[in-house]
């Protein structure tokens, strides 16, 4: 059994969808941590939790949790609208601290804004032989009133196995550069997601699929839903554009549940069956 270490916070969320609020545990710490699990990996949590409904709800499926524990839990306010989020940070987390692997495979490294620090992500890079990062909380800045924007700045990206990011994401670390600025700075794999449309640079082959999902309610976790299902897949077959098909059939699965919060969390057949069909449509390009 693979096993996947995590480096990322849990938050508290507080989600408006459709004249709804909802009151729900997230973050990458949970939501990466479920999907490896359903996807049959053993998972190391590295995080500093505050209290709230993540611990519970992490430890019954199995996670193994590591970090002293916060004063107060990450929260953040998201307005979900026709498939957009707007963000808000309410209260900010405190420094993941690293003390080492705990003999995982390897690593996803995914902050909310800054509890990572460049010497962490050095450190679990040396010692992790396939390491994901989502740029996200590298890139992110708090304004007035918790408002999120982000900063034309990268982390040390030397040494990353593959990055997952958005459009938005992707023009702060690299400008016009694209996914090949990346693949040019050494990143095996750059995933890209733009709404349903997502794309893999694996070497000099670019693929891409166009999710089919047609009415998009919460994609509150849905990146990291996708980048659990490509780490977990890729460390137990070693194959890119399978652990490709099933990060996209596990988003796919996700936004078809319809559901807010980790309750979107897939299923591990309803992953496998959308990994088998995209694995069919998938259309690339390159050598």
């Not at 989600?15 to 729900?24: H, K, N, Q, T, V």
């Not at 990011?165 to 050494?186: I, N, P, Q, S, Y």
Request: hydrophobic share 40%; glycine share 14%; aromatic share 6%.
């Amino acid at each position: 059994m693979a096993r996947v270490a995590v480096f990322a916070s849990c938050t508290e969320d507080e989600i408006s969808l459709g004249g709804e609020r909802i009151a729900a545990p997230g973050g990458p710490g949970t939501y990466c941590s479920l999907t490896a699990r359903r996807l049959r990996a053993g998972v190391d949590l590295y995080t500093r939790m505050g209290p709230g409904g993540a611990r519970a709800l992490l430890e019954g499926e199995g996670v193994t949790i590591h970090g002293r524990p916060a004063a107060e839990a990450v929260r953040f306010a998201l307005d979900v609208r026709g498939g957009e989020r707007t963000l808000r940070l309410l209260r900010g987390g405190e420094p993941i601290e690293y003390s080492g692997m705990g003999g995982a495979d390897g690593a996803i490294v995914t902050p909310v804004c800054g509890e990572v620090s460049a010497g962490t992500l050095a450190s679990i890079k040396a010692d992790s032989e396939f390491t994901l990062v989502d740029p996200q909380g590298f890139l992110r800045r708090v304004g007035e009133g918790g408002a999120i924007t982000l900063a034309q700045t990268a982390p040390d990206l030397d040494g990353v196995s593959a990055i997952k990011a958005d459009m938005d994401e992707l023009a702060a670390l690299v400008g016009d550069g694209g996914a090949r600025a990346l693949a040019g700075a050494g990143v095996g794999h750059v995933l890209v997601t733009s709404g349903r449309d997502i794309s893999m640079l694996s070497g000099d082959r670019e693929y891409r699929l166009s999710l089919p999902v047609k009415d998009v309610a919460d994609t509150t976790g849905v990146g990291d839903i996708f980048s659990a299902a490509f780490c977990a897949t890729m460390l137990r077959e070693r194959d890119a554009l399978w652990a490709f098909c099933f990060a996209c059939g596990a988003a796919h699965a996700a936004l078809d549940t319809r559901e807010a919060g980790p309750k979107k969390v897939p299923a591990r057949r309803a992953i496998e069956t959308n990994a088998a069909y995209f694995y069919n449509t998938v259309e690339f390009s390159g050598a």
